[in-house]
């Protein structure tokens, strides 16, 4: 009856979502038995309405107004009672079950264990049912009602050990990023505290199907591709799936199988098969035995940067006597991603034997991208993940990262359509990495827990690399066990077994992937990450970023109550992470005094907060753009989104409002720019500007001018470059400039690169001190904590005379978008510097969001204009009129409408 997890791949004819009727209680709160539970007569009237499925249970109770407002100040603890962990769960729904040979239910992912009834019969218990990350499927033919009502009633158990105290489950953790101090168990006496929310995300939290087919049930449908590098044609075409004996008499048939692309011949593939009984097998169409599978001219899938992400379908039928069985299809890419590892030695207490990177379709891949996580309680929102995603391409990542919390689908299949590579792996610290606790059942669940995970992933065509471990290296034989998996599974990606740097063999030497894991995880001034003396800021690193992010004060306001505000407080700490000085936002305050002057109130804070952020991330992104391909390959800025409204780093925050930190990265991924270096290498006398070319072409004719600025507007120095080249992921030093004399303590560096005709790329404008940020040697660069030995100086920006500035927009609707045009123009003789325009629902209302502007923080020198578009969804004026805002730090507020 219990068989491994043999996934759907897409929903159709044969498979049915069970995602309405839900509802959910305490198994305290229930008297009757198990079995009369599950019987379609059971009243469950009584029980908590699920609003949404898949939905843990403290989602589910917030959904139904059980609690409330969980996310604002200090609800999340204060309001909802602790012990939801510690008590059994049971959702329940009824459906409708049509005429079919075989029915099975499908389970991608419950947490942590379960049993499962149909109709009074126990269909699968909780030592059979265990692993967040496991999935499951049973037949049930024989207990299902035919044309008739049917009751599905699952029984939770959540997660239940505490590890380092009893032991590990092999669920997931969310470590430091809430803090374990106030979210979660704390044991003073054992020096332990564990972070997670009340119910320990327990709950049926991905989605429940029901498969209704003939009697062979096809499974796991997956295309293997491969290309003769550096050739990109002819690809070689492997077509694999499972086929299961759903009942207990053999059974033969024909397997029929199709390929198709709009503007390519469709291909197509048959073979005869036998199963025993109750039989699964693996099916293979190999290019060997079918010559059809060799494809000349396929179009290629490639990263959104680098060209069009051609996607292609196949479709798989099982047929028994000219009649359909089933059948599934997915899409999938024709592509070679292939890792390597480089000769660079630069560091070798970090660790030799070269960096990690990897090349696709045969062409070196610079991976700039970010770590994403779904909602803290894990509410499945595919409008959310859709905002994120766009989000990401919009700042120009070109990969994300899963550390672990693999939630819905929707977003892997998003990533196909959109170009946006994926990595995805266990995680670190915790349940995952705790090996010398784990049992029996835990070696059981993590095996079964790769082989369903894999299944899931191993189709999409974004799916590059998978990582057995994060800060740890799994040990064998699990190691062992991992690989052997991923070799039976056919996984035609990278794979790393760790990425860090942490793990040593007996003689001391580094056992790791050529990935390094130093951070740092606080803020850093800009020329730290040009300086090469660093090893963080060069190689190849899967998480490096500012753990203290302060949201835009718009999205502050949602979540720290009014009485809360000012002075920075507990209640600020509870919404972030856990580590030391990220746990009271050490760092960031520490930056914004020392840096820009103590700040009045919080709106003040948030306001210069806002410039820390966006020049620490621009000169990250910019330095991996920049600094040479042979010592830089990977930087994932540590986090991409926020899981729920928190000052743990993000570039997205929860409110999907995006402030400094996202326009910095924006402006430091593009495609085609040009930068400036800070003074930050050798004996900081000479600054360097490059040009940059992320693209796969030739950029030619191209002009650059640079020019220094005083902080009253005054040109200090000018230079202007033209008919300049770049290559196809190129990067050139364009100009050298020494200290320039006479420059006001504050100044203003501009880099501007236009094209031949003269249309403009991008204009970068860097705000400077004559006191240089020191951070000391290496010694000094601590991973979780920012020491410096001076400090920039940019006060003098708090008392830059107002500069008058006016705003016009244009707005175009187009079905169910808009793009409105904003003009922003300096009247004045002053700079307006760091404005940031909005288009407001309403007048001086809240910003529109989710929303996607060409530029912001923009800054406008004496008498010039600019224009930026915008884009967004209609829908999301919560149908108020639009209209226009913008502020910036000497430029006070200025509303307008639409013409």
């Not at 030592?127 to 008739?148: P, T």
């Not at 040990?475 to 790393?496: C, F, S, T």
């Not at 060069?538 to 970023?545: K, L, N």
């Not at 085609?672 to 050798?682: K, N, Q």
Request: glycine share 8%; aromatic share 12%; proline share 6%.
């Amino acid at each position: 009856m219990l068989a491994p997890r043999t996934g759907l791949a897409a929903q159709g004819e044969f498979h049915s979502e069970l995602a309405t009727g839900w509802r959910l209680i305490s198994a305290r709160d229930v008297t009757s038995s198990d079995s009369e539970v599950s019987t379609p007569s059971y009243d469950d009237s009584h029980w908590h309405p699920v609003h949404r499925m898949p939905a843990t249970v403290l989602q589910a109770l917030e959904d139904a107004g059980v609690y409330k407002n969980l996310y604002v100040g200090m609800n999340l603890t204060q309001t909802v009672p602790a012990d939801l962990w510690k008590q059994d769960w049971w959702y329940r729904t009824t459906f409708d079950a049509p005429e079919a040979e075989v029915h099975s239910l499908v389970l991608n992912g419950i947490n942590y264990r379960a049993d499962v009834w149909l109709n009074g019969h126990l269909i699968a218990d909780n030592k059979h049912v265990v692993g967040m990350y496991n999935s499951f499927e049973f037949v049930v033919s024989k207990y299902i009602k035919r044309g008739a009502t049917n009751a599905l009633a699952i029984k939770i158990t959540p997660e239940q050990k505490l590890p380092n105290i009893n032991g590990v489950e092999l669920a997931d953790s969310w470590l430091d990023w809430i803090n374990w101090k106030y979210i979660g168990y704390q044991n003073p006496e054992k020096h332990t505290a564990i972070s997670f929310v009340p119910d320990r995300n327990a709950g049926v939290w991905k989605r429940v199907f029901l498969s209704s087919t003939g009697k062979v049930l096809v499974r796991n449908p997956y295309v293997v591709t491969d290309l003769p590098l550096p050739n990109l044609s002819p690809a070689q075409l492997t077509v694999y799936c499972d086929l299961r004996n759903g009942v207990s008499m053999p059974v033969s048939g024909t397997l029929h199988g199709e390929i198709s692309r709009p503007g390519k011949p469709t291909i197509s593939f048959q073979q005869k098969v036998t199963l025993g009984s109750e039989e699964t097998r693996e099916v293979a169409f190999t290019q060997e035995a079918f010559s059809q599978l060799t494809v000349n001219n396929p179009d290629l899938w490639w990263p959104h940067e680098w060209g069009e992400p051609a996607l292609y379908q196949l479709k798989l039928e099982f047929k028994i006597a000219a009649r359909v069985s089933d059948a599934a299809a997915i899409d999938f890419g024709i592509r070679k991603v292939t890792q390597h590892r480089d000769s660079d030695n630069n560091f070798p207490k970090v660790g030799t034997g070269g960096n990690f990177y990897l090349k696709v379709n045969g062409k070196d891949f610079l991976i700039r991208g970010g770590c994403y996580t779904p909602d803290l309680l894990f509410k499945n929102d595919p409008s959310r993940d859709r905002a994120i995603s766009e989000y990401s391409k919009d700042m120009g990542m070109n990969m994300l990262r899963w550390e672990l919390k693999i939630a819905d689908d929707t977003m892997l299949d998003r990533a196909d359509r959109e170009g946006m590579p994926v990595m995805q792996g266990w995680m670190c610290c915790m349940q995952w990495e705790k090996w010398n606790q784990w049992d029996a059942e835990d070696h059981w669940v993590a095996l079964a827990s790769l082989r369903a995970r894999i299944r899931n992933l191993r189709h999409h065509a974004a799916a590059f690399i998978w990582a057995d471990g994060s800060d740890g290296r799994p040990p064998e034989p699990v190691r062992g066990q991992y690989h052997q998996i991923l070799k039976e599974m056919h996984w035609q990606n990278a794979v790393v077994d760790t990425v860090s740097n942490f793990k040593k063999d007996a003689l001391g030497h580094t056992l790791w992937n050529g990935i390094h894991m130093l951070g740092p995880y606080s803020w850093r001034p800009p020329s730290y990450w040009f300086d090469p003396q660093y090893p963080a800021s060069q190689g190849s690193c899967a998480e490096q970023g500012d753990n203290e992010s302060i949201p835009p004060f718009e999205s502050l306001k949602k979540y720290i109550p009014t009485d809360k505000l000012w002075p920075i407080n507990e209640t600020w700490y509870y919404h972030s992470g856990a580590n030391r000085g990220n746990s009271t936002l050490e760092t960031i305050q520490k930056v914004v005094e020392k840096r820009y002057g103590a700040a009045s109130d919080a709106e003040d804070f948030c306001k210069k907060a806002q410039l820390a952020h966006y020049e620490n991330t621009r000169a990250q992104f910019e330095d991996f753009a920049s600094n040479p391909w042979a010592t830089h390959k990977m930087t994932l800025y540590w986090m991409l989104d926020s899981q729920w409204p928190s000052f743990f780093g993000h570039l997205i925050d929860y409110y999907l409002k995006p402030g400094g930190a996202y326009f910095g990265a924006k402006k430091g991924m593009r495609p085609v720019s040009i930068v400036f270096d800070y003074y930050a290498t050798g004996d900081r006398k000479t600054a360097h500007i490059y040009v940059v070319n992320q693209t796969l072409k030739t950029h030619r004719g191209l002009k650059a001018t640079v020019r220094f600025y005083n902080v009253d507007g005054t040109v200090k120095f000018s230079k202007e470059l033209s008919d300049l080249s770049i290559t196809p992921n190129g990067r050139d030093r364009v100009l050298s400039v020494p200290r320039i004399p006479g420059v006001t303590p504050t100044y203003f560096v501009r880099c501007q690169l236009a094209e031949a005709g003269g249309r403009p790329i991008v204009d970068n404008v860097y705000w400077q001190s004559t006191t240089d940020d020191d951070l000391g040697g290496p010694q000094n660069d601590k991973a979780f904590i920012l020491n410096p030995k001076s400090w920039a100086d940019f006060t003098a920006l708090n008392s830059m005379p107002k500069a008058e500035v006016g705003i016009s927009g244009r707005l175009i609707r187009t079905g169910l978008e808009a793009r409105a045009d904003l003009t922003l123009k300096n009247h004045s003789s002053q700079i307006a510097f760091f404005m940031r325009a909005e288009v407001t629902k309403g007048r001086d209302g809240e910003e529109v969001l989710p929303v996607r502007y060409e530029d912001n923080y923009v800054t406008l020198f004496p008498g010039e204009s600019r224009t930026l578009w915008a884009r967004f969804r209609t829908a999301d004026l919560k149908g108020k009129e639009a209209q226009l805002r913008i502020e910036g730090y000497n430029v006070g507020k200025q509303l307008a409408t639409f013409d």
